[in-house]
Every structure is written in C-alpha cells, then in structure tokens.
C-alpha cells in the first residue's frame, strides 16, 4: 500500500523531478498532491 503511494505521487511530474530547491515548497507540492491522490 506505501509502494502504490509514492507510485501514485510520482504521477506528478512536479513531484518526481522535484522542481522546487526549497525544502519547504517541496513539502508543500507533497502535501498537495498526497490530498489528490486520497481525493480521488
């Protein structure tokens, strides 16, 4: 279930080659994706 997770949150290509040098900014785009996936 953790594996199906990340596999789903590296969907995002934001995410999967992490565009944001910021720590913080990188957490955030996590956050918001990891509510998609629960979304959907």
Known sequence: MIERAFDRLKDF???ATRYDRLAGNY?????LAAALV???
Request: contains cysteine.
């Open 13 to 15: 290509r934001r995410i």
């Open 27 to 31: 957490l955030a785009s996590v956050c």
């Open 38 to 40: 629960w979304w959907t």
